[in-house]
């Protein structure tokens, strides 16, 4: 199949047209009796770790839903070096993705998610490179900081200090949580931090040890432990603990963690690093009781009374108990952390015992700062003949404040339209982390009560106040947009703010080989009605657009027109961001769209800067035709066009067909380990290679056991070779050239170490070894302290034609708009010309 036009391919991407998820219903009757026992818990453990998937999900499981504590998993980042198997998202837009996943997994354990400001920059070989990239003391701070405000009574860790984690960030997590539970109970360490949580010392922190291949053997190392058993059945879920980790960990859809439970014996060990050590439990010495408390006596007596009366089948029942529960936790010290928390806990009872549905739903899914937004508010009693009464309904931060009197009988709904007004002021819906450019590889951004927030607390929000029984109480929820899909049913995504209006460009990089003019496409879409303004342009020096202004106008929301400008490049090599400014009469803009959208998470919308990297360079390309196997999602094809070439995506009847058509053929990044059809096909593509086709084949990863992406051919290419997990992580490396004057290096573009500068994150993955002696490693690279490899490229000629494998990193470099990357990718689909 022919590659489409992609006119708005990387800004505006929209994978699964489920673009949402339902709202999460009241719990069940089993669920409500597990959070009626947790009210006799007071205690916590927070469980540390690098990346999203790094979690122990089953023993979070455990902690949560059996132990009923407050459980936490601080992942010190987002994952957005990571790869993705589900789509071509690559940095902070997958660790948009994997933030979301982390959260549709906590929504199954039962966890509670944090993060650091620590940005995962890519694969990290040493503890020592990875706090110098993040700067120790600042990610030290957000570890303190989380400790003092959750304070956990245990601290665990996935990984050990030391070079057995297998990854700098995973080494890191470790050893800055062990330093962080030595100081956080210091009120001499970050002060600045005492304005809003005091110091807080846990008991101990172990490390949730594994031997090699996380294989849960007894430990090893010198030091005491203790053994706990997660292979629980929980009846009142209808699973095991087990279970319920393999839903969690199936959320990782971005790296391809779908699991399935084990449902046999599961024995885990904690070994001690630091505090008092655990003899038996690992609660051992805390008191996560109601004595925790001064006079909480009564309340745990009350707590015990409810749970023995509890009906399943009429959780409303509970509801007055659950009331007198709340007034007895008013006489108690309302600073107190426990009393604070179980509080609330006590609320989202109430309401869920009696099935009391709340919403604030738009007409629409987004509006902007100074637009109006039409909404209907409701709230329905769903299963209680207790007196509610609906007193009051306001929006925080918005004029509208509606007392009332309304008696929710049930099933008879309240429903109240409101037309608001949204504040100029504010901000447009965008993750807070990106609000800012990313610098030091860490996030930036103002605000201490920001650090851990897994996501942006919503800005516009509706606080119901109920009387329920005589007890006046307040809930606060988000607005939201809902609708039906026909054949899933009813979906909600969150309520947006946009700006007013937004350019798509229709490239992300634009390369020029020479002076020639190219033209780009803009897609204006407009948020609002009534707009109009001009779109000007900001371009490097030397850089030219045809026109330079263009007036636009809408009379209607989201109505969209298409303008076409052309590029003049200069004459000699430059490079630069071009950046679109559209200045309307609500204000100026400069914002793309970009929303990303699975099934398996809510809709995210983000706005980027609307620009666009361009590229002059001396590059020639001789191949014109290419033949592209999709891999996990990258995006290589458009950079391909920039290249001057003609695309065509092979499916069954293109593979079937004539493949000497083509000038080359591209495997996509992990083409072979997703694709299982190219085991029945590579004895044509070797065939296409020796008849005269260059055939290029991007990083894939070894053989693992895994048969959902496991290698699917047992040789890749016409002499063996293996993947192995070596890579260069310093994207600064020398390149050594091994034959300096060997056909891909010097035809049709002279290769030489400038070509090299100004790469990004890495200079290559899962290199080739072991190789036959048909084939020619083009270079040698190494990271410091390491010896060299030579296997980031290979080369062998078969037949009449060109067999390629690479490691490198054209996958981020091309998206880049790296110039010396477009000159040497050039070079390898050239070959056979």
């Keep these: 199949m022919a590659m489409k036009n992609q006119i708005y391919h990387f800004l505006l991407i929209i994978f699964i047209s489920t673009s949402g998820l339902a709202q999460q219903a009241t719990p069940p009757s089993g669920e409500i009796l597990l959070q009626l026992k947790k009210l006799h818990v007071l205690g916590s453990a927070m469980h540390v770790a690098a990346h999203p998937d790094d979690e122990n999900s089953l023993l979070l499981a455990y902690l949560a839903k059996d132990r009923l504590l407050e459980t936490y998993y601080l992942s010190l980042t987002r994952g957005d070096g990571g790869q993705n198997l589900i789509g071509s998202e690559q940095s902070e837009y997958i660790g948009i993705i994997r933030t979301q996943e982390l959260l549709a997994a906590r929504r199954i354990d039962g966890a509670q998610q944090l993060f650091s400001r620590a940005y995962d920059f890519g694969f990290s070989k040493t503890r020592e490179e990875t706090l110098e990239f993040w700067g120790k003391d600042k990610i030290l701070a957000d570890v303190v900081y989380l400790i003092r405000k959750h304070r956990p009574d245990v601290l665990i860790t996935r990984f050990p200090p030391d070079e057995r984690a297998g990854h700098g960030h995973h080494n890191s997590s470790a050893y800055l949580a062990l330093e962080a539970f030595k100081i956080a109970g210091d009120a001499t360490k970050f002060p600045e931090q005492l304005s809003t949580v005091q110091p807080w010392q846990p008991l101990r922190i172990v490390w949730n040890s594994y031997s090699p291949g996380f294989q849960n053997n007894q430990p090893t190392d010198q030091g005491s432990f203790i053994s706990i058993d997660l292979s629980g059945y929980n009846a009142l879920w209808g699973k095991s603990y087990s279970e319920i980790a393999a839903e969690s960990r199936s959320m990782h859809k971005t790296q391809g963690f779908g699991s399935a439970p084990s449902r046999t014996i599961r024995k885990d060990y904690l070994l001690h690093k630091d505090g008092e050590p655990a003899k038996e439990d690992l609660f051992d010495g805390v008191d996560i009781s109601w004595n925790r408390v001064a006079g909480g006596a009564e309340v745990k007596r009350m707590i015990e009374s409810t749970i023995e009366t509890f009906q399943a089948e009429n959780p409303a029942k509970s509801v007055p108990a659950l009331l007198a529960i709340y007034k007895e936790l008013e006489k108690l010290d309302g600073k107190n952390f426990y009393v604070k928390k179980k509080k609330e806990d006590v609320k989202t009872l109430i309401q869920q015992c009696l099935g009391l549905w709340i919403e604030t739903t738009a007409t629409e899914y987004s509006t902007t700062a100074g637009g109006n937004a039409s909404l209907l508010v409701q709230a329905v009693n769903r299963t209680s003949t207790i007196p509610v009464i609906l007193q009051k309904v306001s929006m925080p931060g918005l004029t509208f404040d509606s007392t009332l009197r309304a008696r929710l009988d049930p099933f008879n709904g309240f429903k109240l339209p409101v037309q608001a007004t949204i504040p100029k002021q504010v901000p447009v819906t965008q993750p807070y982390w990106l609000k800012n450019p990313i610098k030091d590889k860490i996030f930036q951004y103002e605000g201490q009560e920001y650090i851990g927030l897994p996501e942006n607390t919503p800005t516009l929000q509706t606080s119901f106040t109920f009387l329920i029984d005589g007890q006046s109480l307040t809930y606060t929820y988000p607005w939201k947009f809902k609708y039906v899909d026909p054949s899933i049913g009813e979906i909600y995504r969150p309520f947006e703010v946009r700006p007013a209006v937004t350019v798509n460009l229709?490239?992300?990089?634009?390369?020029?080989?020479?002076?020639?003019?190219?033209?780009?496409?803009?897609?204006?879409?407009?948020?609002?009605?009534?707009?109009?303004?001009?779109?000007?342009?900001?371009?490097?020096?030397?850089?030219?657009?045809?026109?330079?202004?263009?007036?636009?106008?809408?009379?209607?929301?989201?109505?969209?027109?298409?303008?076409?400008?052309?590029?003049?490049?200069?004459?000699?090599?430059?490079?630069?961001?071009?950046?679109?400014?559209?200045?309307?009469?609500?204000?100026?803009?400069?914002?793309?769209?970009?929303?990303?959208?699975?099934?398996?998470?809510?809709?995210?919308?983000?706005?980027?800067?609307?620009?666009?990297?361009?590229?002059?360079?001396?590059?020639?390309?001789?191949?014109?035709?290419?033949?592209?196997?999709?891999?996990?999602?990258?995006?290589?094809?458009?950079?391909?066009?920039?290249?001057?070439?003609?695309?065509?995506?092979?499916?069954?009847?293109?593979?079937?067909?004539?493949?000497?058509?083509?000038?080359?053929?591209?495997?996509?990044?992990?083409?072979?380990?997703?694709?299982?059809?190219?085991?029945?096909?590579?004895?044509?593509?070797?065939?296409?290679?020796?008849?005269?086709?260059?055939?290029?084949?991007?990083?894939?990863?070894?053989?693992?056991?895994?048969?959902?992406?496991?290698?699917?051919?047992?040789?890749?290419?016409?002499?063996?070779?293996?993947?192995?997990?070596?890579?260069?992580t310093d994207e600064t490396a020398a390149m050594r050239f091994l034959t300096p004057e060997h056909l891909l290096l010097t035809k049709p573009n002279k290769i030489s170490s400038e070509d090299f500068e100004g790469w990004i994150q890495e200079r290559g993955l899962y290199f080739a070894t072991d190789f036959a002696p048909q084939y020619i490693p083009l270079f040698a690279s190494k990271d410091p302290g390491e010896e060299e490899k030579t296997g980031s490229l290979i080369y062998c000629s078969y037949g009449k034609g060109h067999f390629i494998y690479t490691g490198l990193s054209f996958f981020r470099e091309l998206p880049a708009g790296v110039p010396g990357a477009y000159r040497l990718f050039a070079n390898l689909i050239s070959a056979g010309k």
């Design 506 to 728: 229709s490239e992300k990089v634009l390369v020029f080989p020479d002076q020639t003019p190219k033209p780009l496409s803009l897609l204006v879409k407009a948020h609002d009605i009534g707009l109009s303004g001009t779109l000007t342009f900001n371009l490097p020096t030397g850089w030219k657009a045809e026109p330079s202004e263009i007036a636009f106008s809408f009379q209607n929301k989201y109505e969209e027109k298409t303008f076409q400008i052309n590029l003049l490049p200069p004459a000699s090599n430059s490079s630069g961001k071009m950046t679109v400014v559209a200045k309307t009469n609500r204000g100026t803009f400069s914002n793309s769209l970009r929303t990303v959208a699975y099934s398996h998470i809510p809709t995210q919308s983000i706005f980027p800067p609307a620009d666009a990297e361009i590229v002059r360079v001396n590059v020639r390309n001789l191949a014109k035709e290419i033949g592209y196997l999709a891999g996990a999602g990258d995006e290589v094809p458009a950079a391909l066009v920039q290249l001057g070439c003609h695309v065509t995506f092979l499916g069954e009847a293109e593979l079937s067909g004539d493949l000497s058509r083509f000038d080359a053929i591209i495997a996509g990044v992990r083409a072979y380990n997703t694709n299982e059809r190219l085991a029945f096909y590579q004895n044509r593509l070797m065939d296409y290679v020796k008849n005269g086709g260059t055939f290029l084949i991007q990083y894939v990863t070894p053989r693992n056991g895994f048969l959902s992406n496991d290698l699917k051919v047992n040789q890749l290419g016409p002499y063996p070779f293996t993947i192995s997990r070596d890579r260069v």
